[in-house]
């Protein structure tokens, strides 16, 4: 594909350039012989690493363009061309690439920073609570991407073949770092005891890092329950609670800057490589959708050809026509564009889908349909639709008490899609658990191109070193169309 291994350089110069800008500049190269080294160091390394990762060649144009919530363009000449990874064609280095860097600059730093905070005299208690939910998450992104991975022995010098876990032991742990975080705050704790100056989140706001805690939580518990309903009751009683993200400032979401070193590396692709223009063209599973609603954030996601009337999209692997086919929009791709990773109109979102299907409290519809209209609101806004016109939009949007259960649970599940269509790996996540195979929202097909076999459902393993050489690795090539434990 004739832009994979730019946009691997690409990313390798701006992950380098970021994260030696001020307040990165202290870094921990060695983080299993650390004896001395700030919590917050590592803490910071691995959220520059973390949020590179996510918004690179690496994981979010796999994910986006095989889970078709973007398009190549096919063979456009200024699109991303084919065959690619919407034919399936994932680089060995963008599986090896995200592995090593959840396990190694991420992964290890954060765990690293865990042990440290906890040893210090007085244990520095908030930071390593706010490191363990960045570790849920983190934990959470890869078996999602991979399947069974190493969990309860990973991290640990002392074996040098961790197991692979089962995905389902591995999303329990994600639920006990999250728990064993929540009862580790301390808001009346020092201020020291946190990270703050070095927390591109919440800069040390302890109340935003419990919400975070307990809305990855939920994610978690959705992703679990149709594999294991014993959750529902779990999920009713979360939600009964409350306490998760509550407003748009509780946004989980690190703001790149348009300075050199520190751009967005999606508009680093297109600047570099393209004379700035988007090589990604709108899906037609998110352009019909939205045209179908009349969606006041289609010029704020898409940018229309000159002289066009209609936003059109492109279906997945067929050419983009420059007359006619929408692109990326330039705005949503600019040098300063936040990396989303858990924001409020998904706490929306997922919560109309507890109440539509009534996991662990009453069916609700009525509720559910004032939770999703919100979240559409919210998502309007948040994507620059000004507030008059996303409340007139919500308010137009379907009564879910008109539709049947399954009806109102599936359109829910759209609409969280497109909110997170230019997410890559939250949007391929989310379409996965959306459904049974068949019944999953979108109901995609395959992409023009792409080999007969099935959709696409997981990264393959990478033949890394760290893999190769382990004996309790999985033996057998897992192929990308086979479903995980989650996925029905």
Known sequence: MKNKFIYHTLLLVLGLAFSSCENFLDVNTNPNAATTVDPKLLFSNATVNWINSRSGGDLYIPTALAGQSIASGGNNPTGWGIPSEEQYQISPFSTGNTWRANYTSVGSNLTEAIRLAESAVPARVNAAAQSKVMLAMVVYETTTLYGDIPFSEAWNVEIAAPKFDPQPQVLEGVLSLLDEALAQFDLAAAPALKISDYDLFYKGDLTKWQRLAKSVKL??????????????????????????????????????????????????????????????????????????????????????????????????????????????????????????????????????????????????????????????????????????????????????????????????????????????????????????????????????????????????????????????????????????????
């Open 219 to 488: 994610r978690t518990l959705l992703t679990m329950v149709d594999k294991d309903p014993s959750k529902a009751a779990v999920i009713g009683q979360l939600v009964t609670e409350g306490g998760m993200i509550s407003s748009a400032a509780d946004n989980f979401l690190v703001n790149y800057e348009a300075t050199a070193g520190k751009r967005n590396p999606k508009f680093g692709l297109s600047d570099q490589y393209n004379a700035g223009t988007p090589f990604f063209f709108g899906s037609k599973y998110v352009v019909d959708f939205m045209n179908s609603i009349k969606d006041p954030r289609l010029p704020k996601f898409f940018d229309k050809p000159a002289g066009a009337a209609n936003y059109v999209g492109v279906q997945p692997g067929e050419d983009g026509d420059d007359d006619v086919n929408v692109r990326i929009a330039k705005s949503l791709h600019r040098a300063d564009a936040p990396d989303v990773i858990f924001s409020y109109q998904e706490q929306l979102f997922y919560e109309a889908e507890v109440n539509a299907r009534g996991l662990g409290i009453p069916v609700n519809l009525a509720a559910a349909t004032t939770l999703y209209r919100k979240a559409a609101e919210e998502s309007s806004k948040f994507f620059g639709v000004d507030a008059a016109t996303a409340a007139t939009f919500a308010a137009s949007l379907t009564d879910l008490t008109t539709l049947s259960n399954r009806e109102a649970v599936k359109l829910i599940h759209y609409h969280n899609w497109v909110d997170k269509m230019d997410r890559g790996v939250d949007a391929f996540t989310q379409w996965r658990r959306s459904g049974p195979e068949g019944d999953e929202v979108p109901n995609l097909t395959l992409p023009v191109g792409a080999p007969a076999g099935g959709l696409f459902r997981r990264f393959e393993y990478p033949a890394t070193n760290e893999i190769a050489s382990n004996p309790n690795a999985p033996q057998e090539l897992i192929p990308y169309n086979s479903k995980m434990w989650f996925d029905l």
